[in-house]
């Protein structure tokens, strides 16, 4: 180091402090994030798991709800994550930071989680506006509102969903010498499909694909199979919203998934099934937490099959997939071929103060108009029957779109994602159980599901 | 370089640092109190009250919407009773022993080879190379590395198919992802103590080699005899770091396998995180937080009083 | 991860003393020890030189095995693609900030603490300074839930500045700067005592230039830490406008896997520049500050 006149070191310190004291003021407004628009404004904010570009796509949406009401203003909140797990434990982030959102765009595995503590019931407001929602209505599936009723309360509009039915890669099947499977095809179909294909296949080839989780994991091989791991009963009540919207339909007050059955015979079969696929080299072993390479593994022909729903469509098709490159069959049928759905709708916070201006987004979303602004693409599946039709599939496919829809008409019993208040436990037990189950040996599959069965027992008996 | 430091510190220590005659005391205390206070303060808001604040949390039953319940020892009792819990800290253990060891030995090893005869570029390359992982943040490296031990389409178990190895299932057997979250977790941190080693073995003075090579010491003999003794106190400031560092591994098996399968790669720091953020367990949460803090320290101590047996300082 | 991991590095001038001068032929144990040294580079270079590759192909080819190290064909699609999906400009500066103020102030507080714990006496010294570095043994994930509440009481809630005001004290800056001032001669000091200087005046124009390598080592390793920290702004943070670029990057992956690897990998490896140029420009002041350390 060399000794510097001091004066110079003076001025050099100096000129330092102002520098920093500068780039403090000049970042401020940064730093304390007060240069974000609608910040601490009274706007209704409108919370959605995405991106920023998930938020902008939406930004035609906002527009033509600020066309219709002009007196609200609008904030959409996009909120990362890996899964709908994370993004309510960010809701309640935001609720202990003191600044809930109004509205939240809440799936299937969260509903009753919304339902039982954060949620506003629609009751009243949808009676209000009945005959504005008829329309609505009538263009959607009644096993979809279902998924969204809690204790003969509902909570949300469903807007889109998915169910798991079967993507196959017409490649693969054309050089294992087969077509497109019909419509009732069994597990024994399937599994002979996978070992025509695993013999006509490279080596880093993987005739099944799945992911474990909640949805497309285990559970629809469940539901095939007549069961499920939790028990699952239905709520009474809800006839005010069946016989008013649905004359004839047979429905529920909601779903209730209040114990395991996790040691019923039927789900150790499902599972040794899966195993089996595992240990013979037909199906992946599952990662946990994975699929983060499942489209371009798929659009990149190494994937067989794999169970997903219609919003893949989209992404097959950014990932550079044609239209007659892959199609989709429903789930093979095993005792039933019910199958297991996603749903997605707005909810609004018992906490807001704007309940009237949120219930009005929720009514506007729920528009045929509001549900093409936010779907111009099959990135997911409108809950809207008119909807789902050909221009839709037109670009991305696949040929068999019908199937989508179908689900729901074709197999009625078809039911939503076992997710009660407690999700985040239940999941995290049954995907741990799951991966250990078929990771190994047949003997080890009775063991794990008494696992799965304390697991359960234990997340279920927590106060939620 | 700390370890470096010690000795100096320990004579500059016992011959009075201070600087005497500065007035009297009570300027002596504010002198003190401004050049401590914003550590000090800052570390007491942000630190140590927080740290008192969750040992009160474990007492309560809270999701953060709700006002908190006092429940006693309820928490804890769940805690020890908790499989999944026991588990976890059974693999982070597990995982701080091997971790550490492989981390040490990999390091200590590249730090000894780097410091033999070279050409300067070739040990710049080196000295940089080594280091470099360490730049890269920890989630980064982990999804690179999940697509590496893919099992199906991974680089790793290509290379193994070329000598005739099957697909290993890295991710999902519980053994093959415990070995996995190891070497991920080494492969980024050993560059760290890598450092610190070549800066220990920079500050053994050359006539000691020198000496002994005059006796006829050569290769392990020197390595043993002279090397190791004295770079045990750099052994020990690296030994305490990687093993506060281990015992909270998170990241890595956060992304690489959430835990699985099964609990084959759940570790403590997880199961807190999961309580707290997926089931909304705060007060669960905290009482393992303080059980993992214990261990911490009670781990710590154990280092410190081991080395008074096995630490030689020049 | 940790703040156990920001520890520095050490000198390695003085590493290699030249033992023998003349040139000798390669024994065995030496062409042993240098294909050591050449195989554990490989394995460390390896899978950074797979990232670079892969995100300069295109989904449909990221998986092609074997894989090509030295992309033939590249396509910047993926770089393309990382720019339109996310807002790169304002998380890195949101990065950049964050970075810059904690490491900024790491430096002014730990040479404040570390000089007061190595050269001022005070009763209770060295108990304050154990407790001090105990709170490095606290994982993060323990505190957040308390340190997000005094957040919001301070009403930073989801703004930067949450995420920087926690993270200027550092019990390992503080434990650095003191080994780091306590290798400085004492004699300096007690030259300046005499000379009528005061505690301020030995501090600010004596030790802390000396001491200056050694803040190099704090602000590049807080740079460092802090480029690519995540579960911190995971949980602080809210709005995307607030989000640093570790965040950024996972909102590549997509929801339910329906990003492309080679976007993701792209992403990885725009982030990693600006870590890389700290890295570069900051070895030399490493090495040096380290060796200044020990041997002044």
């Known amino acids: 180091m060399h000794r510097q006149p001091e004066i110079t070191r003076r001025v050099a310190l100096g000129a330092l402090g102002v520098a920093g004291a500068a780039t403090v003021g000049l970042s401020w407004p940064r730093l304390t994030a007060s240069d974000i628009p609608g910040r601490g404004e009274d706007v209704l904010t409108v919370a959605i798991l995405g991106t920023s570009q998930d938020a902008a796509a939406r930004q035609s949406l906002v527009d033509a709800f600020t066309e219709a009401h002009p007196d609200i203003r609008v904030r959409i909140q996009a909120i990362q994550g890996n899964d709908w797990g994370d993004f309510f434990s960010k809701i309640l982030t935001m609720i202990a930071a003191g600044t809930p959102p109004d509205v939240v765009n809440v799936a299937t595995e969260g509903t009753q989680l919304f339902a039982s503590r954060m949620a506003e019931p629609l009751d009243s407001y949808v009676l209000r506006d009945a005959a504005d929602l008829q329309e609505y209505f009538d263009d959607v599936h009644p096993t979809l509102l279902e998924a969204f009723m809690y204790e003969g309360s509902l909570f949300q509009l469903p807007t889109d969903f998915n169910a798991a039915n079967m993507y196959l890669n017409t490649d693969a099947l054309n050089s294992a010498g087969l077509e497109r499977p019909p419509d009732d095809w069994t597990k024994d179909d399937f599994t002979d499909l996978l070992r025509a294909m695993r013999t006509t296949n490279a080596d880093d080839f993987v005739p099944y694909f799945w992911t474990n989780r909640l949805f497309g994991g285990l559970v629809p091989w469940l539901y095939v199979n007549d069961t499920s791991f939790l028990t699952e009963t239905k709520a009474p009540g809800g006839n005010w919203f069946w016989d008013r919207f649905y004359p004839g339909e047979q429905r529920s007050g909601g779903y209730r998934w209040l114990e395991s059955n996790a040691e019923d015979p039927l789900v150790a079969e499902s599972v040794e099934y899966l195993r089996e696929l595992v240990a013979e080299g037909l199906g992946t072993r599952p990662e946990e937490g994975g699929g983060g390479a499942l489209v371009g593994l798929f659009a990149s022909g190494r994937i067989g099959t794999t169970p997903a729903g219609g919003y893949w469509a989209q992404g097959l098709h950014e990932a550079g997939m044609d239209a007659d490159g892959f199609d989709v069959q429903f789930f093979p049928r095993w005792r039933t071929q019910r199958h297991q759905f996603g749903a997605a709708g707005y909810a609004i916070m018992a906490t807001s103060e704007r309940k009237d201006a949120a219930w009005e987004w929720v009514k506007f979303s729920a528009t045929k108009p509001a549900m093409e602004l936010a779907y111009p693409r099959p990135t997911t599946t409108p809950t809207r029957r008119s909807m789902v039709n050909e221009a839709f599939y037109a670009d991305t496919g696949p040929r068999s779109w019908q199937v989508f829809y179908d689900t729901l008409d074709t197999f009625p019993t078809t039911g939503p994602i076992p997710a009660p208040p407690q999700q985040a436990a239940v999941e995290t037990a049954l995907i741990k159980n799951v991966s250990a189950a078929v990771s190994g040996s047949a003997a080890g599959v009775p063991g794990a599901l008494a696992a799965l069965d304390r697991d359960l027992t234990q997340a279920l008996r927590r106060v939620s | ?314 | 991860m940790t703040t156990a991991t920001v520890t520095p590095p050490a000198p390695t001038t003085r590493a290699a003393p030249p033992r023998r001068s003349s040139r000798a032929v390669p024994t065995p144990s030496t062409v042993a020890r240098t294909a050591f040294l050449v195989v554990a580079a490989a394995l460390t270079l390896g899978p950074v030189i797979w990232t670079v590759s892969t995100s300069l192909r295109s989904p449909a080819e990221s998986f092609t095995l074997p894989p090509q190290l030295i992309p033939t064909d590249p396509d910047l699609t993926p770089y393309i693609q990382v720019f339109a999906q996310i807002n790169m400009g304002l998380l890195t500066l949101n990065s950049a900030l964050v970075t810059g103020f904690i490491a900024v102030g790491q430096m002014l507080t730990a040479a404040l603490a570390g000089y007061a714990f190595a050269r001022l006496e005070f009763r209770g010294r060295s108990l304050w300074f154990s407790l001090v570095l105990a709170t490095m043994m606290v994982p993060v994930q323990v505190t957040i839930v308390p340190v997000f509440m005094i957040i919001r009481g301070m009403g930073l809630s989801d703004t930067l500045l949450a995420l920087i005001l926690p993270a200027i004290p550092t019990a390992f800056g503080t434990f650095l700067m003191r080994q780091y001032f306590l290798g400085l001669p004492v004699e300096l000091g007690e030259a300046a005592s005499i000379d009528g200087a005061g505690p301020w005046r030995t501090f600010a124009s004596i030790y802390a230039p000396l001491a200056l390598p050694g803040l190099a080592i704090i602000g590049i390793l807080a740079f460092n830490f802090h480029w690519n920290e995540f579960f911190r702004p995971l949980i602080l943070t809210i709005s995307e406008q607030n989000f640093t670029l570790p965040l950024g990057l996972v909102s590549l992956q997509g929801n339910m896997g329906t990003g492309s690897i080679s976007v993701v990998l792209a992403g990885v490896v725009l982030s990693m520049i600006p870590a890389l140029v700290v890295f570069l420009f900051g070895q030399r002041p490493l090495r040096e500050g380290l060796t200044a350390g020990v041997s002044k």
Do not use: H, K
């Open chain 2, 1 to 314: 370089m700390t370890a470096a430091a010690l000795p100096t510190a320990r004579a500059a220590v016992d011959r009075g640092s201070g600087p005497r005659s500065q007035g009297p005391a009570w300027r002596r205390r504010v002198v003190v109190l401004t050049f401590l206070a914003p550590t000090i303060i800052g570390i007491g808001i942000f630190t140590l009250g927080p740290i008192v604040a969750s040992i009160l949390l474990a007492f309560f039953r809270w999701d953060i919407i709700t006002d908190p319940e006092f429940v006693g020892l309820t928490n804890f009792v769940d805690v020890v009773a908790d499989p999944t819990v026991r588990v976890s800290f059974i693999n982070t253990l597990v995982f701080v022993v091997v971790a550490v060891t492989l981390q040490i030995a990999v390091s200590l090893a590249l730090a000894v080879l780097i410091s033999q005869r070279m050409p300067t570029w070739a040990r710049t390359f080196f000295r940089s190379v080594f280091f470099f992982p360490l730049i890269l943040s920890a989630a980064s490296v982990s999804i690179i590395m999940r697509y590496l031990f893919n099992e199906e389409f991974g680089v790793v178990n290509w290379l193994l198919s070329l000598v005739g190895i099957g697909g290993v299932p890295w991710l999902t057997s519980p053994t093959a992802s415990a070995v996995v979250i190891v070497l991920v977790y080494v492969w980024q941190q050993f560059g760290f103590t890598f450092l610190l080693f070549v800066g220990g073995l920079a500050s053994i003075p050359t006539e000691v080699y020198e000496a002994s090579s005059i006796d006829g010491a050569t290769g392990w003999r020197q390595l043993r005899s002279i090397t190791l003794p004295l770079l045990s106190p750099t052994m020990l400031v690296a030994c305490v770091m990687a093993v506060i560092s281990a015992l909270q591994i998170f990241d890595q098996p956060y992304v690489l396998t959430r835990g699985g399968p099964g609990d084959a790669t759940r570790t403590a720091v997880m199961v807190i995180y999961e309580s707290a953020f997926r089931q909304l367990e705060f007060g669960r949460a905290s009482a393992i937080g303080v059980v993992l803090m214990l261990l911490i320290m009670g781990v710590t101590a154990l280092q410190f009083r081991l080395s008074r047996r096995f630490v030689f300082y020049q």
